[in-house]
């Protein structure tokens, strides 16, 4: 075995990516179609949360009917019976294809289900293939600010300056409204009758926990979007009518965009969540609650566009970092779940857990001063 | 055909391709990206065999923000580094140096992945049991996640199946259908509805969607036609060219090539990754399958193997020499674990759970799991709550295998009795009684800290009938050496045996119910220092018998009334069992398991069983259990 080498850390290494939350950073989203289309902004343009910035035409739901065995007819014969031919436009109840014999005392009619065109006629399987005029879709910014790439027939990347707050978990998708913290600190919970009718149009942050009822009454009273510290699993089962089996959200449809900030459960909201939110009471934010569970994750998001404190960080230099003694960590795990801390040490040796499995650990100083063990999975870096 | 049917090949080809032979290695390194954890495994050449020396782990990469698979990779290799203060990778950290120097690199380096959801496939036949499922094996077989089944009689009407096309992103398709000359009507009519949907892939976006078509030869003239533009056709033998025989292999072959071509290139990171490996990356289910069917190859016998992972939970069987993969997408101990949860429900997960627990927090405590898939539990509470979702997910993964592991349906078969024609409809193959072998792997079997834990979760789930030996992968690398086996076999053999396949021991489970309490069968052990250990077994009752690995003992079991010990009811089996570092179980808890319904009756008969067998630090767990 070779010698030690110096790009060797003499610190062990651990690499833990962690939710991140900043009071001012550039954020960069990249907005592209589902499908290749036209992007309708230039570089260097302005623009706003509802701005649409690309635009595509997506194939029309195509219908599929049994045109032969309607007219009576072996397959084969079927073209020679069309009245509409592969890509003539119809309209629905139009007769496309038509069996006529004996002088006209036999009449079959095949009528297009739907307004569009015909994609295919098979004499094969004798049926038709008709397609409703193309959908279009579009794509808007999302957060107001510069477009600062066009991905041409694709999408752009729109860069701002914000406050950038990653959730853990979210349900539903991209919205924007006004800030409405309804909690005065970030241990308490969002009660139903804190929800006010004035709510309606905003995004409400609340504290470590909310009810189902809360929920039901916020989007009763219509509040687009609630940001809070915890949520009971059982709570979001009957809210969602079934329970998420893995955690590929964003497609809800549930009247509001909820973001869990911390996990669930009830769980104090992290006071540097709680504090920067508080300080954009009142602005209008955008939220995403898309959430997609693996290694790199997508986790819900709020970003709050602001002109102060412009910083320049490298993403990639932050992906590189790793943890260190006097990282700040948040333990993600019992016995210490939800506990803020600071890397004391990184013991290379594996060490015993109470489950007698031996693990790569780490020590972290926990808020109130005490030191405490824990395996290095079990914790996450507060970005700074 | 199986390995056990054909015999071991090495890939020649990739052999030829090594930078290094392999007699000169010294060092090798694997790695499997998973869907959560990148895996990394350092093999090294001492006294002209080869051994497992050391293990790196770290997140995977490969969604969004990172979306470069290699820096897990450099992450769990860093580790390794760390360990062994050997370098691995080169100077600027960027790659893995090959070969080994004299002072820092390795000689060999593969991986597989499961990263990003794995392989992702839809497939379509005529018939949902004829050949529709023989697509499904076909895919499953190259290790694939198949996300759908589609099939002309399958009950949905074109619209609902066109629908769910375009909703699915897939990596690739499989078109089955027909025999050679037969009808081609058919397989144009699912072809209409696959055009019609026009699915998009997965990645890649702009490319081709690639479809194999492995259906009627007669009908590849049209379905050439059909297809053209829009689709990435690739034409392969039918692998059901008549109802009495299924031919997957080409399938499998070219799933394997698209594989390679299409979804790894466009996957993030994949191109660099796959710059730096002596072989081409093999799906984890595929490579894993290796490794379960070199453990029937060795021990010429039915095998029943499990890989329980992340996301997905993939079952093996080699039954016969027949070997039929099964991957569950959905059932898995972290990213997936409240799929679980979902499929198997509370109180079935609750049952295996010898302390109070209400409902509420159970479910915060696995969504907690499912949104932090990389922690570990670090409480003895937490270890308990998950195995006993390990347990119901395998429960789920083997139900699932069996929908898959059958007979050829549709074929004629000529009752001799009745002098009849019927066609074959067997539900599977799959009974516990016929399997003498269970392996297990996957993160949460390899590093239960009691190897009775694993034991227990396998026999849980699984429930062996009759004399069964039990072995898991010591620390996850069953994926490792099964990739490596391709090239340098050998190697892969030797490290397997010594180091990675752990012999946990032999239970033994004769089959039937009775009351609790009743004295259903005796046991009698001839044991090495030449006295014998004779066991009367009440049902209700589990016990172990020590017996260190590599000792083989006489056992003869004699069942009594309404009892089966695999010969028969009430016949005595006369067998030689196997030890292990669990040793020899003795199951009369019967068979079928049924759990006492009653909850403190449950709690009390689960306490028992776990002190019987050791299977938790006993101090903690009583005091868990009285809590």
């Known amino acids: 075995m070779s010698q030690q080498k110096k790009r060797l850390s003499k610190e062990a290494y651990a690499y833990t990516p962690g939710l991140k939350i900043k009071e001012a950073m550039i954020v960069s989203k990249t907005r592209i179609l589902p499908i290749t289309g036209e992007v309708l902004v230039e570089k260097g343009d302005m623009v706003d949360f509802d701005t649409i910035v690309a635009r595509a035409m997506t194939l029309g739901d195509p219908y599929i009917f049994e045109a032969a065995n309607l007219l009576g007819l072996h397959p084969d014969e079927l073209p020679q019976h069309m009245v509409k031919k592969v890509g003539d436009e119809i309209k629905k109840d139009e007769i496309v294809a038509q069996y006529i014999a004996f002088w006209g005392l036999i009449k079959r009619f095949v009528k297009s289900p739907i307004d569009g065109f015909i994609e295919n006629v098979s004499p094969l399987s004798g049926r038709i293939t008709a397609r409703e005029q193309p959908i279009p879709i579009e794509v808007k910014a999302y957060i107001p600010g510069e477009v600062v790439e066009i991905i041409p027939n694709e999408g752009v990347v729109i860069e701002t300056n914000a406050t950038f707050i990653q959730g853990i978990f979210g349900i539903g998708g991209g919205k924007h409204g006004r800030l409405k913290v309804i909690v005065d600190s970030p241990d308490e919970s969002i009660k139903e009758n804190t929800l006010k009718p004035e709510y309606k149009g905003m995004i409400v942050v609340g504290g470590s926990f909310i009810t189902l009822e809360a929920m039901r009454k916020a989007i009763e009273n219509g509040v687009i979007g609630i940001i809070v510290g915890g949520i009971d699993s059982s709570d979001l089962t009957k809210l969602l009518g079934y329970r998420i089996g893995v955690a590929i959200t964003g497609e809800e449809e549930i009247g509001t965009t909820l973001i869990v900030t911390e996990g669930f459960g009830k769980m104090g909201m992290s006071h540097r969540t709680f504090e920067y939110l508080k300080l954009s009471e009142g602005k209008e934010v955008a939220i995403n609650g898309a959430t997609q569970i693996r290694a790199g994750v997508l986790r819900p998001e709020v970003i709050i566009p602001h002109s102060r404190l412009r910083k320049v960080i490298s993403e990639s230099s932050e992906i590189v970092g790793g943890m260190k003694s006097g990282t700040s960590v948040r333990i993600i795990r019992e016995p210490y779940f939800g506990r803020i801390g600071t890397v004391v040490s990184l013991p290379v040796e594996l060490q015993k857990a109470e489950t007698e499995s031996l693990v790569r650990v780490i020590e972290v100083n926990i808020d109130d001063g005490e030191i405490v063990m824990v395996p290095r999975a079990n914790v996450e870096i507060i970005e700074e | ?627």
């Open chain 2, 1 to 627: 055909m199986s390995i056990v049917q054909r015999g071991w090949v090495e890939d020649e080809d990739s052999i030829s391709k090594l930078k290094i032979k392999r007699d000169k290695m010294r060092y090798i390194l694997a790695t499997d990206v998973g869907s959560t954890t990148t895996k990394a495994r350092f093999f090294m050449k001492t006294n002209e065999e080869w051994r497992y020396v050391a293990s790196g782990e770290a997140p995977s990469t490969v969604e969004t923000p990172y979306e470069d698979v290699t820096m897990g990779v450099l992450n769990a290799v860093r580790e390794i580094e760390e360990l062994l203060r050997h370098q691995i990778m080169n100077d600027k950290g960027t790659g893995i140096k090959i070969p080994f120097d004299g002072e820092k690199g390795v000689d060999l380096y593969c991986t597989t992945s499961s990263a990003g959801g794995g392989l992702q496939m839809t497939v379509a036949g005529n018939i949902s049991s004829m050949t529709a499922e023989s697509a499904n094996r076909a895919a499953l077989g190259a290790g694939a996640i198949v996300m759908d089944i589609m099939a002309t009689d399958d009950g949905r009407p074109d619209y609902t199946k066109i629908t769910r096309l375009r909703s699915l992103r897939p990596d690739m398709l499989v078109l089955a259908g027909g025999t050679d000359g037969g009808t081609v009507k058919l397989v144009i009519e699912m072809s209409e509805v696959i055009r019609a949907a026009k699915p998009k892939p997965r990645f890649g976006k702009g490319y081709k969607m690639p479809l194999i078509f492995a259906g009627n030869k007669e009908a590849r003239p049209e379905i050439k036609e059909f297809f053209a533009g829009d689709f990435d056709l690739s034409i392969v033998d039918n692998l059901r060219p008549s109802l009495e025989r299924e031919v997957i292999e080409p399938t499998r072959r070219a799933v394997h090539e698209l594989f390679m071509e299409h979804v790894m290139s466009h996957a993030p990171g994949y191109t660099r990754l796959a710059g730096w490996t002596d072989l081409d990356i093999m799906p984890t289910p595929a490579a894993e399958g290796l490794a379960i069917q070199l453990i029937a190859y060795i021990n010429k016998s039915n095998v029943l193997g499990v890989g329980l992972g992340g996301a997905t939970t993939n079952v093996y069987s080699i039954y016969e020499g027949r070997f039929v993969r099964s991957v569950s997408a959905n059932l898995g101990m972290s990213y997936s674990i409240c799929n679980v949860l979902k499929e198997s429900s509370i109180e079935n997960i609750k049952r295996w759970i010898p302390f109070e627990i209400n409902d509420k927090e159970l479910e915060n405590r696995l969504y907690n799991k499912m949104i932090r898939p990389t922690t570990i539990p670090q409480t003895l509470e937490e270890l308990v709550i998950e195995h006993a979702v390990a347990r119901e997910a395998l429960r789920l993964g083997l139900e699932h295998h069996k929908s898959i592991a059958t007979r050829l349906k549709g074929v004629k078969v000529v009752d001799r009795d009745l002098g009849d024609i019927r066609y074959e409809v067997e539900e599977t193959y799959i009974k516990m009684i016929n399997f003498h072998i269970i392996a297990g792997t996957g993160g949460l079997l390899s590093h239960a800290p009691r190897r009775a834990q694993s034991f227990m979760i396998l026999t849980d789930a699984f429930q062996p009938e009759g004399i069964t030996k039990l072995f898991q992968d010591s620390v996850f690398m069953m994926p490792h050496l099964g990739v490596l086996s391709t090239v340098y076999k050998d190697a892969a053999w030797n490290i397997f045996d010594k180091d990675c396949l752990v012999r946990l021991g032999t239970i033994i489970a004769p089959i039937g119910i009775a009351k609790e309490g009743e004295h259903v069968f005796d046991v009698t052990l001839e044991m090495p220092d030449g006295n014998n250990v004779e066991v009367k077994m009440n049902f209700g009752e589990i016990r172990r018998i020590p017996l260190p690995e590599g000792n083989e003992v006489r056992a003869v079991i004699s069942p009594r009334r309404g009892f089966d010990a695999g010969s028969g009811p009430k016949i005595p089996v006369t067998s030689d069992i196997s030890g292990g570092s669990v040793g020899v179980v003795i199951d009369a808890r019967g068979r079928p398991l049924i759990l006492p319904e009653e909850t403190e009756e449950r709690k009390k008969k689960l306490a028992e069983w776990i002190h019987s067998l050791e299977m938790y630090p006993p101090e903690q767990i009583t005091k868990l259990m009285e809590k």
